[in-house]
Nanobody, 117 residues
Framework: QVQLVESGGGLVQAGGSLRLSCAASGTIFSINAMGWYRQAPGKQRELVAG???????NYADSVKGRFTISRDNAKNTVDLQMNRLNAEDTGVYYC???????????WGQGTQVTVSS
């Protein structure tokens, strides 16, 4: 059973930084693509950043240059470093795993990020 557990959300002032972490279990972590999504109130869930099993990253245009996604295959974790946060970054952030064999997608429970302006 694949499980994803996020941590690191909270309240931060505009211009500040937060680091989110997602711990995965129940799968061979290194073979799976991982991602961070967010959902703002009244909006659809959107991709923030993704990272392949090989470590290649991609970002939403709105976060390029401010956010960095990274993975540690030894610890089964994927992190999202968020810098220069603004009010538009507010939302619930979800960790996502795209299973390499089954192609099933798994989600964490989400962690709230609130940026005060």
């Amino acid at each position: 059973q694949v499980q994803l557990v996020e941590s690191g959300g909270g309240l931060v002032q505009a211009g500040g930084s937060l680091r989110l972490s997602c711990a995965a279990s129940g799968t061979i972590f290194s073979i799976n693509a991982m991602g961070w999504y967010r959902q703002a109130p009244g909006k659809q869930r959107e991709l923030v950043a993704g990272i392949t099993s090989g470590g290649s990253a991609n970002y939403a245009d709105s976060v390029k240059g401010r956010f960095t996604i990274s993975r540690d295959n030894a610890k089964n974790t994927v992190d999202l470093q968020m810098n220069r946060l603004n009010a538009e970054d507010t939302g619930v952030y979800y960790c996502n795993l795209d299973h390499a064999y089954t192609r099933k997608v798994y989600w964490g429970q989400g962690t709230q990020v609130t940026v005060s302006s």
